[in-house]
T-cell receptor, first 115, second 114 residues
């Protein structure tokens, strides 16, 4: 069964310090991983996906298949980065499912950037 | 577009009461889902739908019913509320052509069952 693990419930860093939000996964197939973010009183939204190899708001995440990890990193934290971050894994749709791709979310890490 | 809307924003129920959480989207998305968000548990899929008249169970479907009579609406029914159903409920939608990660989430409904 697939699983996404985020070991830290809360991560506090000072403004300007580097940030690393950890995510590990277990999945027998070829994974597709993502990071979602939920700012205070806002909706959950997709932050980035590993396939795109993009940098969004200064955040990057590299898929490490050997370590089964997809850690989210940012070199210099900003106060506006304070939010809840969820790592997620997408699995291919099963046969006769109508093409629906289920997404498994991790338990989330609250990032608190201290001024 | 209003996107994905949910009502009510907050609800208090007594054990055994029933209620319906409403979800609507005006983006003509075929896929819709319900999640619950609990501390230390992340988001868990309750039910989902791939189109009007088609629904299926997710990871934690017990105690919940859904129906999809129109593309726009996807209500979630609690038949007999239990304290274990105290949670924040999120509805999400997306068009079928995009990946499962591209979901548009509603603002959430906070439910407290006493």
């Amino acid at each position: 069964a697939q699983r996404v693990t985020q070991p830290e419930k809360l991560l506090s860093v000072f403004k300007g310090a580097p940030v690393e939000l950890k995510c590990n996964y277990s999945y027998s197939g070829s994974p597709e991983l993502f990071w979602y973010v939920q700012y205070s009183r806002q909706r959950l939204q997709l932050l980035l996906r590993h396939i795109s190899r993009e940098s969004i708001k200064g955040f990057t995440a590299d898929l490490n298949k050997g370590e089964t990890s997809f850690h989210l990193k940012k070199p210099f934290a900003q106060e506006e980065d304070s939010a809840m971050y969820y790592c997620a894994l997408k699995k291919p749709p099963p046969v006769n499912s109508g093409g629906y791709q289920k997404v498994t979310f991790g338990t989330g890490t609250k990032l608190q950037v201290i001024p | 577009n209003a996107g994905v809307t949910q009502t009510p924003k907050f609800q208090v129920l007594k054990t055994g009461q029933s209620m319906t959480l409403q979800c609507a989207q005006d983006m003509n998305h075929e896929y819709m889902s319900w999640y619950r968000q609990d501390p230390g548990m992340g988001l868990r899929l309750i039910h989902y739908s791939v189109g009007a008249g088609i629904t299926d169970q997710g990871e934690v479907p017990n105690g919940y019913n859904v129906s999809r009579s129109t593309t726009e609406d996807f209500p979630l029914r609690l038949l007999s509320a239990a304290p274990s159903q105290t949670s924040v409920y999120f509805c999400a939608s997306r068009p079928p052509g995009q990946g499962g990660e591209t979901q548009y989430f509603g603002p959430g409904t906070r439910l407290l069952v006493l």
